[in-house]
């Protein structure tokens, strides 16, 4: 059995513990910690933080870090990792595969906060129609724009390049790779009539293309 040394309170400041927070959400690679993942990799115990800062809450404030779960994470944050972790995967993440680190929020991090996998999955599709998303119909209504100029920014929106990712089930169309198949597929969303040629970044004019495609494609363009 693995036991955890607990250094002696008189001789550990407040600097130390605090180095120790950071320190750990270095190696996790997140702003966000739980007690379980601190009580983990960290060198202290939680009441060390309590008896100092008067929480272990108020000891991750002090550090410039959120706690899990109950407290520092907005709903957008939640929704936003499903994102990652569903574009990661390229397809819809099962209950099961929530898992840190893989995802920066636990399965029972989402049941606690929207009640369960499946209301989840629902609030996460009403998050992504909570923004318009550019359609040649609604560029049509753009009648206050001169008809030379763009009449939509050439960046894509998160959610527009979610909803062009799972048209295209999260696979490169000129190649056919996806994360799905390999890990170490990276997918980029593309305009099909580049920007510089007066295509929009609307729904029908984008893409997904993998890194190296897109890459390649890039080169095309520039070239001509």
């Not at 950071?22 to 966000?32: G, P, Q, R």
């Not at 989402?110 to 996460?124: D, I, P, Q, R, V």
């Not at 959610?159 to 597929?185: E, H, W, Y």
């Not at 890194?211 to 080169?219: A, E, F, L």
Request: proline residues 2%.
């Amino acid at each position: 059995m693995d036991f955890k040394i607990v250094m002696p309170l008189l001789k550990v400041t407040d600097e130390q513990l605090l180095v120790d927070l950071k320190s750990v959400a270095n190696i996790l690679k997140k702003d966000i910690l739980s007690q379980g993942d601190y009580e983990k990799h960290g060198k202290y115990s939680i009441s060390t933080y309590g008896k100092h800062f008067g929480s272990f809450r108020k000891a991750l404030k002090k550090a410039g870090l959120s706690i899990s779960r109950n407290w520092g994470t907005s709903r957008e944050d939640y929704l936003e990792n499903l994102k990652e972790v569903w574009t990661k995967l390229g397809r819809q993440p099962k209950y099961s595969e929530m898992v840190i680190p893989f995802s920066r929020h636990s399965s029972t991090s989402y049941a606690h906060t929207f009640g369960n996998w499946t209301k989840t999955l629902e609030e996460f599709e009403k998050y992504l129609e909570e923004e318009e998303i550019d359609t040649i119909e609604s560029i049509k209504d753009k009648n206050t724009i001169d008809i030379k100029s763009h009449k939509t920014q050439r960046g894509v929106n998160w959610r527009l390049r979610f909803r062009v990712m799972q048209r295209d089930n999260f696979t490169c169309v000129a190649c056919g790779r996806s994360p799905a198949k390999s890990k170490d597929i990276e997918l980029h969303v593309d305009h099909i009539i580049p920007w510089s040629k007066c295509g929009e970044t609307i729904y029908e004019n984008l893409q997904t293309l993998c890194s190296v495609c897109n890459i390649g494609k890039s080169n095309i363009s520039n070239d001509k």
